[in-house]
């Protein structure tokens, strides 16, 4: 399958690469780690005039600690998380990088282009926005600083200008006595989860002080299960709290039937992923070493 | 030298709407072997080792970045090559199965995938010896459930897995010297 013919630019600086974007109009798009356009592309659900490589602008791939801060080149590639001991400070962002699809794609993907891409699927949106996270993204008119929560405003859908590219991700490390934990169910490595949760509580001995919990793959952006952290926000975390939470996120879900499984189905696995994120998540907070691996099918 | 021949037609007949496309010059070693040539840019990794450099042991399975048959080195990291441009690779060192071999002599994981029953059909094995590559090269001792994460992204259709199980086991130890 050879995907349609498009002119090639390869940027050699953020600012040049948005002026190659704004000189090509909307004809143009940002190639990045390529997986998940080259394969839309191929389908022809996308059909760029032209692409304009950033794989090859220096100092795009980073990972650093700054104060309280984690900062993420754009370019960074899933599998550099996943082997980062600098991103292993905080576990949940090992559960999400360590799931995705298989090491040939975690390989080849950015967290950037992940972002940009604002799939329903994609794993990362759901993970970093249990966290304070914020994308900074320059243009022609220069750099400005989005919270992730304003970034995607619906599926495939971001606040991006025509000439914007993401320069950097940044995610505030939660405080002491914080833990978060992110499982998915998948049909095998290389495909999108079916359905997937993400956690991360705050607490003061075994009262939950703070809680956000994410849901992927059940609506058209990440979905916040509002009732279910209010359920748990406050509460002694027990057995019953959780699975009064649990139930709490089923209803809050608004999954679609598609190949992947039925909506009440996909309702069904969000209680369980829910249930069991939540536990980690909790045992983590306590200062526990937890490993967390996604459910496959 | 290669034969660019094939891909500068290509170029000529490559067109989008408003406009001829520019081909692209790439550099680019394979196999420890220096190439200088051009290409359209939308002709992907796998393309140009198969049809423009007769390097056929790169399988194409599935085209959809799912079945790893396509997986090759890029700079020491495994790459699904059905699923990046041949341009991206300018300035990368690729390996293909084909690079595995030195002077005739198969290297411990062919050994190993042989002598494991690894393959039947083989049309996955150049994908999951690369991987095997990739593993070994960063955890000479991997455990169980690494080598498992290590071939997630390769479908083998014969094998049922298991022996290519233990022939990734089997190339660990031979490759310490064991
Ligand atoms: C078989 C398969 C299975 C997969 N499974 C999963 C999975 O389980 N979970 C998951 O989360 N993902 C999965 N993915 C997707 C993968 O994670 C992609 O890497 C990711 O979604 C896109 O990142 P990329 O760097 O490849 O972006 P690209 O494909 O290069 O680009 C995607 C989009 O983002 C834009 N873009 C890229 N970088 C920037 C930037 N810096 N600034 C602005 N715009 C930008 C591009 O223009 C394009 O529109 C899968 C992909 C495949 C092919
Ligand atoms: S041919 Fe590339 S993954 Fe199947
Ligand atoms: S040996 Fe036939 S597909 Fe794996």
Same mark, same amino acid.
Request: include cysteine; aromatic fraction near 6%.
């Given at each position: 399958?050879?995907?349609?013919?498009?002119?090639y630019?390869?940027?050699?600086? +953020?600012?040049?690469?948005?002026?190659?974007? @704004?000189? !090509?109009g909307?004809?143009a798009?940002?190639?990045?780690g390529?997986?998940s356009?080259?394969?839309?592309?191929?389908?022809?659900f #996308?059909?760029?005039k032209?692409?304009?490589?950033?794989?090859?602008?220096?100092?795009?791939s980073?990972?650093?600690?700054?104060?309280?801060?984690?900062h993420?080149?754009a370019?960074t590639?899933h599998?550099?998380?996943e082997?980062?001991?600098? #991103?292993? #400070?905080?576990p949940?962002?090992?559960?999400?990088a %360590?799931?995705?699809?298989?090491?040939?794609?975690?390989?080849?993907?950015?967290?950037g282009?992940s972002? !940009?891409?604002?799939?329903?699927?994609?794993?990362?949106? *759901? =993970?970093l926005?249990?966290?304070?996270t914020s994308?900074?993204?320059v243009? $022609?008119k220069?750099?400005?600083?989005?919270p992730?929560h304003d970034?995607?405003?619906d599926?495939?859908?971001?606040?991006?200008?025509?000439?914007e590219v *993401?320069?950097?991700?940044?995610?505030?490390?939660?405080?002491?006595?914080?833990?978060?934990?992110?499982?998915?169910?998948k049909?095998a490595?290389p495909v999108?989860?079916?359905?997937?949760?993400?956690v991360q509580?705050?607490l003061?001995?075994? =009262?939950?002080?703070e809680?956000a919990?994410?849901m992927?793959?059940? /609506?058209?952006?990440?979905?916040? !299960?509002s009732?279910a952290?209010g359920?748990?926000?406050g509460a002694?975390?027990?057995e019953?709290a959780?699975?009064? @939470?649990?139930? #709490?996120?089923?209803?809050? %879900?608004?999954?679609q039937?598609? &190949?992947?499984?039925?909506?009440e189905?996909?309702?069904?696995?969000?209680?369980?992923?829910?249930?069991?994120?939540?536990?980690?998540?909790v045992?983590?907070a306590? /200062?526990?070493?937890?490993?967390?691996?996604h +459910?496959?099918? | 030298?290669?034969?660019?021949?094939v891909?500068?037609?290509r170029?000529?007949r490559?067109?989008?709407?408003?406009?001829?496309?520019?081909?692209v010059?790439?550099?680019?070693?394979?196999n420890g072997?220096a190439?200088s040539?051009?290409?359209?840019p939308?002709?992907l990794l =796998?393309e140009?080792?198969?049809?423009?450099?007769?390097?056929?042991?790169?399988h194409?399975?599935?085209?959809?970045?799912?079945c790893g @048959?396509?997986? *090759?080195? &890029?700079?020491?990291?495994t790459?699904?090559?059905?699923?990046?441009f041949?341009?991206q690779?300018e300035?990368?060192e690729i390996?293909? *199965?084909? /690079?595995l071999?030195k002077n005739?002599?198969l290297? @411990?994981?062919?050994q190993?995938?042989?002598?494991?029953?690894?393959?039947?059909?083989?049309?996955?094995t150049?994908?999951?010896?690369?991987c095997t590559?990739?593993?070994?090269?960063?955890?000479? $001792?991997p455990?169980?459930s690494?080598?498992?994460? %290590?071939?997630? /992204?390769?479908?083998?259709?014969?094998t049922?897995? $298991?022996?290519?199980?233990?022939?990734?086991?089997?190339? %660990?130890?031979?490759?310490?010297?064991?």
């Amino acid at each position: 399958m050879f995907p349609p013919a498009f002119n090639y630019h390869r940027a050699k600086s +953020l600012k040049e690469a948005a002026s190659m974007l @704004a000189q !090509a109009g909307q004809e143009a798009k940002l190639l990045a780690g390529g997986q998940s356009l080259i394969p839309l592309m191929k389908l022809r659900f #996308a059909s760029p005039k032209h692409l304009v490589d950033l794989n090859f602008i220096p100092r795009l791939s980073y990972i650093k600690k700054y104060k309280d801060e984690l900062h993420f080149g754009a370019l960074t590639r899933h599998s550099e998380i996943e082997n980062s001991a600098t #991103a292993a #400070a905080v576990p949940i962002l090992h559960d999400c990088a %360590a799931g995705i699809a298989d090491v040939q794609i975690r390989n080849r993907g950015t967290l950037g282009g992940s972002l !940009a891409e604002a799939d329903p699927s994609g794993d990362w949106a *759901v =993970v970093l926005s249990t966290l304070e996270t914020s994308l900074s993204c320059v243009g $022609q008119k220069g750099e400005r600083r989005i919270p992730l929560h304003d970034f995607i405003t619906d599926a495939y859908t971001t606040v991006l200008a025509p000439d914007e590219v *993401v320069r950097e991700i940044s995610v505030k490390i939660p405080p002491q006595g914080s833990g978060g934990a992110y499982l998915a169910f998948k049909r095998a490595a290389p495909v999108y989860p079916t359905a997937s949760v993400a956690v991360q509580v705050t607490l003061e001995g075994d =009262v939950c002080q703070e809680v956000a919990i994410r849901m992927g793959c059940v /609506g058209l952006t990440p979905i916040r !299960a509002s009732q279910a952290e209010g359920v748990l926000r406050g509460a002694s975390l027990g057995e019953k709290a959780i699975e009064i @939470a649990a139930e #709490a996120a089923r209803s809050e %879900a608004d999954p679609q039937p598609d &190949m992947r499984g039925s909506a009440e189905y996909k309702r069904m696995l969000v209680g369980v992923l829910m249930k069991r994120a939540t536990y980690a998540a909790v045992r983590r907070a306590r /200062g526990e070493r937890v490993d967390v691996s996604h +459910l496959y099918a | 030298m290669p034969k660019p021949a094939v891909g500068i037609k290509r170029v000529a007949r490559a067109k989008t709407r408003g406009g001829a496309i520019e081909p692209v010059p790439l550099t680019l070693t394979v196999n420890g072997k220096a190439y200088s040539i051009t290409v359209e840019p939308r002709l992907l990794l =796998v393309e140009l080792l198969r049809e423009q450099l007769d390097l056929t042991g790169t399988h194409v399975g599935c085209d959809t970045t799912y079945c790893g @048959a396509c997986t *090759v080195l &890029m700079n020491g990291k495994t790459v699904k090559s059905c699923t990046v441009f041949a341009v991206q690779a300018e300035g990368a060192e690729i390996m293909t *199965v084909e /690079g595995l071999a030195k002077n005739g002599e198969l290297t @411990a994981i062919q050994q190993a995938f042989g002598e494991s029953y690894g393959l039947q059909c083989g049309y996955c094995t150049p994908g999951l010896m690369m991987c095997t590559y990739q593993l070994l090269s960063s955890n000479p $001792q991997p455990n169980d459930s690494q080598i498992r994460k %290590a071939i997630a /992204g390769n479908t083998c259709r014969c094998t049922g897995y $298991q022996n290519i199980f233990k022939a990734i086991e089997l190339a %660990a130890l031979k490759a310490r010297g064991a």
